[in-house]
């Protein structure tokens, strides 16, 4: 506040603000064009940034996951390599288990689906039920996903039929979305002795394992550390981090942003020009004045302080203005679009915000240097001659 106040007590500063005030239509035009070049450059970076969060957090849950899978020629991943991955640390769980696509009927409805071979300790650690329980080990009951159970209108307690094969539904799953392990809505889960009904020619061993590591953190270390005991000789299986998703995703939605704050800038760019083309105007109808000022003994200095002055009153003024005009228009945006608010309170969505600010003030004191500078080298006497 000292601040402020040291500033509006400054004679420039004073002369600046008159000034301004005195083609108050010009002003507000050339304000105008900042605001919305603001507007622009930081509701873009903004809409970006909350996408690129709303999307990282739905893989979020799989951040701490590697999912392996047989190498080219291998046909699965064996009993022996799961005992293996017992003995690294850092790996929280271990999740072996095989899957196969089918039809699941009931009545006169077909809905396709993947069976899973699971145990039922295991799919706890992925899943929650949305309604009923899941199976016990050694039953012939299965747990469905929320898009079989949608797509066939079941209930618990429905019979389904897989491979002629009647399955008593004992549970439902939440709804889990889109995930790099397992197509958990998509899915039909049993037990080994009723996968091994389904499918009694079907091996032993597993299709894939889910590793859940016990901290995201050591996701590279501990993959490291199962390729080298897997593959130590040849290579036998293929390893993937789940967490690479994430970081390409917030690489590609960062340069979606950058992209987007560019296209905004132009918009700076236009309200950069007319603030020339002001402060140009202003130069010219105020010749006089400033050659009485010259006269008076002002410097070139002082002429310059004073135009640059006006130029950082106008940037900083219309640029606070777009800032908040933008907070506002893009909450209220983001809750209608997404009906969730909470990534953009996130700190690096006000990043954007001094971003946006900070550019709008440059702009102005960009547009208004060269009018400043051409007032600052008028000759006094040839300024108290102009008409």
Same mark, same amino acid.
């Given at each position: 506040m000292k601040l402020i106040k040291r500033i509006r007590r400054n004679m420039y500063a004073q002369l600046a603000e008159r000034n301004l005030r005195r083609q108050k239509v010009r002003t507000i035009l050339a304000a105008i064009g900042i605001i919305i070049g603001v507007m622009a450059i930081t509701s873009m970076g903004i809409l970006g940034n909350t996408l690129k969060l709303s999307v990282s957090e739905s893989f979020s849950d799989v951040g701490d996951k590697l999912v392996i899978y047989p190498a080219m020629g291998e046909d699965s991943v064996t009993q022996d390599q799961v005992n293996r991955m017992e003995r690294i640390a850092g790996i929280e769980h271990i999740i072996p288990y095989r899957s196969s696509g089918e039809a699941v009927e009931y009545r006169d409805e077909t809905s396709y689906g993947t069976v899973y071979r699971m145990k039922e300790s295991d799919l706890r650690q992925l899943v929650e039920i949305?309604?009923? /329980?899941?199976?016990?080990?050694?039953?012939?009951?299965?747990?469905?996903?929320?898009?079989?159970a949608s797509n066939l209108e079941l209930d618990v307690g429905s019979k389904i039929e897989i491979e002629?094969?009647?399955? /008593?539904?004992?549970?439902? &799953?939440?709804? /889990?979305?889109?995930? =790099?392990?397992?197509?958990?809505?998509?899915? =039909?889960? =049993?037990?080994?002795?009723?996968?091994?009904?389904?499918?009694?020619?079907?091996?032993?061993?597993? /299709?894939?394992v889910i590793v859940v590591v016990e901290d995201i953190a050591l996701v590279d270390t501990v993959k490291t550390e199962l390729e080298d005991t897997l593959n130590k000789r040849e290579k036998k299986i293929e390893i993937f981090a789940a967490n690479s998703i994430n970081e390409q995703i917030e690489s590609a939605f960062q340069s979606i942003s950058m992209f987007l704050m560019g296209i905004g800038s132009i918009s700076l760019l236009v309200a950069g020009v007319s603030i020339l083309n002001v402060m140009l105007m202003s130069t010219m109808e105020r010749t006089r004045e400033i050659g009485i000022m010259k006269a008076v003994g002002a410097s070139r200095s002082d002429v310059l302080r004073m135009f640059l002055l006006e130029a950082l009153i106008l940037g900083i003024i219309a640029s606070l203005l777009g800032?908040?005009?933008?907070?506002?228009?893009?909450?209220?945006?983001?809750?209608?679009?997404?009906?969730?608010?909470?990534?953009?309170?996130?700190?690096?969505?006000? &990043?954007?915000?001094?971003?946006?600010?900070?550019?709008?003030?440059?702009?102005?004191?960009?547009?208004?240097?060269?009018?400043?500078?051409?007032?600052?080298?008028?000759?006094? &006497?040839?300024?108290?001659?102009?008409?």
């Open positions: 949305e309604s009923g /329980r899941f199976f016990k080990e050694g039953s012939t009951d299965c747990v469905l996903g929320s898009s079989v002629d094969t009647r399955l /008593r539904v004992v549970g439902i &799953l939440k709804e /889990r979305g889109m995930a =790099v392990d397992i197509s958990t809505d998509s899915g =039909v889960f =049993v037990s080994h002795d009723m996968y091994s009904k389904l499918y009694p020619d079907a091996e032993e061993d597993y /299709r894939q800032g908040i005009v933008t907070v506002v228009g893009s909450f209220t945006l983001i809750y209608f679009i997404m009906g969730d608010i909470t990534y953009f309170f996130d700190p690096t969505t006000f &990043l954007y915000v001094i971003a946006g600010i900070f550019f709008g003030i440059i702009t102005s004191l960009i547009g208004g240097l060269y009018p400043a500078w051409k007032a600052s080298m008028m000759n006094p &006497l040839d300024a108290l001659r102009y008409e």
